[in-house]
């Protein structure tokens, strides 16, 4: 099982990015996938989860509104798509298998290496 997260970089605060998670290893279709995101000093948080049945998505307060997560599973692939961003926003960014409507970190088994989002003010 690998999951691969790339798509980060610097941008100025009210920019877009768009984060790609590619699976490998696994039936993508079969499983939610979430993104949680990390800044320094700070605990990991969870950002946003897709779910695999009904594509159902839930955010954490902080990007409603702002983000959007969607899959391509005959990519093999999840997306989030982050507009208006803040500086608040700047952390290492991880996909990961698994997740619910809590966005807890324990719900997920596998996880991504990671990819940098900083946000200039």
């Known amino acids: 099982v690998q999951l691969q997260a790339s798509g980060g970089g610097l941008v100025e605060t009210g920019g877009s990015l768009r984060l790609s998670c590619k699976a490998s290893?696994?039936?993508?279709?079969?499983?939610?996938i979430a993104w949680f995101r990390q800044a320094p000093g700070k605990e990991r948080e969870g950002v946003s989860c897709i779910m695999s049945s009904h594509g159902r998505t839930y955010y954490a307060d902080s990007v409603k509104g702002r983000f959007a997560i969607s899959r391509d599973n005959a990519k093999n692939t999840v997306y989030l798509q982050m507009n208006s961003l803040k500086p608040e926003d700047t952390a290492i960014y991880y996909c990961?298998?698994?997740?619910?409507?809590?966005?807890?970190?324990?719900?997920?088994?596998?996880w991504g290496q990671g990819t940098q989002v900083t946000v200039s003010s």
């Open positions: 290893g696994f039936t993508l279709d079969y499983y939610p």
């Open positions: 990961a298998r698994e997740c619910g409507s809590h966005l807890s970190e324990y719900e997920s088994d596998y």
